[in-house]
């Protein structure tokens, strides 16, 4: 499995940017797709983007593409999520997870960051 501790959540007005970073350790590293989901109150974990940690590999929801970017940095084993053009239905806790390349399910988690985007 993979470890996973999230940083970089806030407050920050409607129109503005946040940076999350997941910084990563494991064996499977290398091999795995590292992902960032959120869970709004009273609503279910979605899926917000992944990268494969080689890199040939991006996905966004349909609500994020043009404004978040994910990226990643293997020299610093480090995942970010760059949120840009934020919006009020982006307040969420945000998580980290990751999962082999060739499953469909995520098996580590980190343990959250709260984003908060007043309007």
């Known amino acids: 499995q993979v470890q996973l501790v999230e940083s970089g959540g806030g407050l920050v007005q409607a129109g503005g940017s946040l940076r999350l970073s997941c910084a990563a350790s494991?064996?499977?590293?290398?091999?795995?797709?590292l992902g960032w989901l959120r869970q709004a109150p009273g609503k279910e974990r979605d899926f917000v983007a992944a990268?494969?940690?080689?890199?040939?590999?991006?996905r966004y929801a349909d609500p994020v593409k043009g404004r978040f970017t994910i990226s990643r940095d293997s020299a610093k084993n480090t995942v970010y999520l760059q949120m840009d053009s934020l919006k009020s239905e982006d307040t969420a806790v945000y998580y980290c997870?990751?999962?082999?390349?060739?499953?469909?399910?995520?098996?580590?988690w980190g343990q959250g960051t709260q984003v908060t985007v007043s309007s």
């Open positions: 997870a990751a999962r082999p390349y060739y499953l469909y399910g995520w098996n580590s």
């Open positions: 494991g064996r499977a590293l290398s091999s795995s797709v």
């Open positions: 990268i494969r940690w080689n890199g040939d590999y991006i």
